[in-house]
């Protein structure tokens, strides 16, 4: 039986399921934290002090993703945000994304003032999951992020785009009269 072409928009051959307007951001976090090489999810893991004796990358992302769902754990993990971090993952709140494209996301950091670095260091930690087209030569961030950013998305993980907001200013300026 021949199969019905899809009614979603063209993503470069990607499974149209895990991007459905009505999929789960967390389900789809995981899915591509759990495309990582293996090392650099032990990477992010221990940036994040989890220790593991998970054997396969879609048992630690599963793991990573559950910590960041925790509550007392992404608070653990707020606190060591810069305030171009909370401002960069705040932007996915603000505007109500589940995901940014890469390059849109780099332009806004540096309109900012904030620079790539931001990014990629979200990504390190594993606070932001890079989607790839699947016939990218490489799933590792680090070459992905040094090449085009044409077709790459970025999901943040949806517990961390509320809470990465800046708080105001302690002393506010005075007013001049």
């Known amino acids: 039986m021949a199969s019905t072409p899809s009614s979603s928009t063209d993503r470069g051959g990607r499974p149209s399921e895990l991007f459905d307007a009505a999929a789960d951001p967390r389900f789809v976090f995981r899915t591509l934290l759990a495309r990582l090489p293996f ?3 032990r990477s992010i893991a221990a940036t994040r002090g989890h220790e593991s004796e998970a ?9 990573l993703t559950d910590m960041l769902d925790d509550p ?8 060591e945000l810069t305030d171009a971090d909370r401002l960069t993952l705040g932007l996915f709140g603000l505007t109500e994304s589940r995901s940014w494209p890469l390059a ?17 260091g979200l990504v390190r930690r594993g606070l932001l999951v890079l989607e790839t087209p699947l016939e990218a030569a ?5 070459s992905i ?6 077709l790459v998305e970025v999901w943040p993980h949806p517990a961390m785009i509320h809470g990465g907001r ?5 002393d506010p300026p005075l007013a001049t009269a």
């Open 72 to 79: 007392i754990s992404s608070v653990a993990v707020r606190k």
């Open 39 to 41: 090392p650099t999810l």
């Open 55 to 63: 054997m396969r990358s879609s048992t630690l992302a599963a793991e």
């Open 145 to 150: 992020l040094a090449e085009s950013d044409g």
């Open 138 to 142: 490489s799933a590792d961030p680090t």
């Open 104 to 120: 849109g996301l780099r332009h806004a950091t540096t309109a900012l003032g904030l620079g790539d670095d931001v990014v990629a």
């Open 166 to 170: 800046l708080a105001p200013a302690a």
